[in-house]
Each structure stands twice: as structure tokens, then as C-alpha cells.
């Protein structure tokens, strides 16, 4: 479902990049139809104002299970960090390139097996929701260093529930482990245990979300062999254990949506739109 809240009405051109691979139609009067699943609700800005950032909120605490993707041509740091903030499931900067548009609909595809799958039967493979990287840093020669680790990245993003050893990955990469840890590092900004550890927990989040999997199922599914260790690292993860994680998405699913942002919210908004006319 898709909400035009661009100034020159421009947001049928942007679906129609999408049409050959989901079915995309268009909010009338930029109007939740009632009664209506989608599966992702698209919103499209070219200059995001006060009027639109509030639009997407009411909208976001009026089905807060959907996925929203927030598609933008003006960009700024301060934008993104509020859409993160506001939990905008994505952020897409436009124009997209053609390997950001087939990265987006590969994870949108892989989100709704998962939505869908409401028993959790079976592996369920990992959502691939990380931007590429900007093409002004391709060339660098920190990316350049870091391409040593392009494969064993893939690796371990495919296999992070199994058990991996890291001096294993070291041998092929052709590095000593002590090497391949501290580029492994600068690469990522993590160790590789927390690494690993953060792409369960990303997981298991998504799995607590969208299916009613018991907990204990869950754990192992992530990759974890002892369901107290994964309550307790849940907790220092996300603050809470994960049954409390789940009731929480529950009652927040259940709550009535609230028409108009709080104030706070409005006036972070105002700050935020200030930012971009500066």
C-alpha cells in the first residue's frame, strides 16, 4: 500500500518500479482503506514536511504490526535517525540504484514469508536488511582492506545460527586469528562474538514479533543450545526477557491508535523539518 505524500504527486511513478514483483496499489485520499491486510505500507516523500511526518505516525500507531518503508529525496542524518527512531522498518533514500532496489525487494519478500509462516515451522531464512555501502567509499583503501572478508561476511550472515569457529574463518581468510579479529573489528565496529551474537538477537526479535513460536523454540531456532542463556542474553539485549518482549509487541498490536502525536512527538518533528529547510 503506498501513501503520496510527495508535493508534485509523483509516487505512482516510484511504484511502478515494484510492480513486477509485489502488488502495489495506491491510498485514496492518502487514507487507510478499512478492513484492508497489506503486507507493507510504502510512504513516499520528495520534501518530508511537518503535515507528512505526522501523517506517518498516525499511521504507524494506527497498524503498529505493519512494516513501514519510508521512501525520501531529501536526506539528512537527522531524518534517518527519526524515522529509526519512530521505528520505520525502512529508510530509502531516492533515487535507488538498481542493487539497493533488488537488496529492499529481496528483504521485503523474505519479511512476508516470515509474517506468513505464523506457526514457524521449519528454518526460516535470515532477512538481509542492511544497506549497501555508500559508493563513495568503495574505492578507499579501508574498503579495499576489508574486501578480504567479503565471503566469510556471507558466510557467517547465512550460518550465524550454527555453531562457528572463529579461528576456523581466520584459516580462510589465510590470516592469523588475532589478525582476522582486529580487522574483523574495524570492519564491523563489533567483535566477532558480539557480531554473531547481535544477528541472533535480531533474529529472535523478528521470531517473537511474527510468529507464536514458543520461546524455548524460538532460542534454539536463533542458535541457542541453553534457553537460560538465551532469557538472560535477551534481556541484556533488549532490556527486558523475552516473554516480556513479546507481551509488550502484543499489547501495542491491541492498543487502540491514538489520531494525533503527543507533543513531544510534535515538536521533535518541527525540530526535524527546521533542520532540513536550514
Not at 4 to 12: A, E, F, N, P, R
Not at 136 to 142: A, D, E, N, Y
Not at 236 to 249: I, K, L, V
Amino acid at each position: 500500500m503506498w501513501f503520496d505524500l510527495t508535493h508534485d504527486q509523483s509516487t505512482k511513478e516510484l511504484a511502478s518500479q515494484f510492480e513486477d514483483t509485489c502488488d502495489c496499489s495506491l491510498a485514496k485520499n492518502a487514507m487507510l482503506p478499512d478492513g484492508q491486510q497489506v503486507d507493507m505500507i510504502c510512504i513516499h516523500f520528495d520534501r518530508p514536511d511537518t503535515p507528512g511526518l505526522r501523517r506517518l505516525l498516525e499511521i504507524k500507531r494506527t497498524v503498529p504490526a505493519t512494516p513501514i518503508t519510508m521512501f525520501t529525496v531529501q536526506h539528512s542524518e537527522e531524518l534517518a535517525v527519526w524515522a529509526m527512531r519512530s521505528s520505520v522498518w525502512e529508510y530509502m533514500v531516492l533515487p535507488l540504484s538498481p542493487p539497493e532496489r533488488k537488496r529492499y525487494l529481496t528483504a521485503v519478500v523474505q519479511l512476508c514469508e516470515l509474517r506468513r509462516n505464523a506457526r514457524g515451522q521449519g528454518k526460516t531464512s535470515q532477512i538481509d536488511h542492511s544497506p549497501t555501502l555508500p559508493d563513495s567509499i568503495r574505492l578507499t583503501s579501508g574498503h579495499q582492506k576489508h574486501q578480504a572478508l567479503n565471503h566469510i561476511m556471507l558466510y557467517i550472515d547465512q550460518h550465524f545460527r550454527d555453531s562457528i569457529d572463529q579461528r576456523d574463518l581466520a584459516k580462510r581468510c589465510g590470516m592469523t586469528t588475532f589478525r582476522f579479529s582486529r580487522l574483523f573489528k574495524e570492519a564491523n565496529g563489533l567483535g566477532f562474538t558480539d557480531y554473531v551474537l547481535n544477528k541472533r538477537m535480531s533474529f529472535a526479535k523478528e521470531l517473537l514479533d511474527n510468529s507464536q513460536m514458543p520461546i524455548t523454540s524460538i532460542g534454539y531456532e536463533a542458535g541457542f543450545k541453553d534457553p537460560s542463556y538465551f532469557a538472560r542474553a535477551f534481556k541484556q539485549y533488549a532490556g527486558c526477557t523475552p516473554s516480556e518482549h513479546r507481551s509488550a509487541q502484543q499489547m501495542r498490536t491491541a492498543t487502540p491508535a491514538q489520531a494525533i502525536p503527543d507533543e513531544a512527538s510534535m515538536e521533535a518533528i518541527e525540530n526535524l523539518v527546521h533542520s532540513l529547510e536550514g
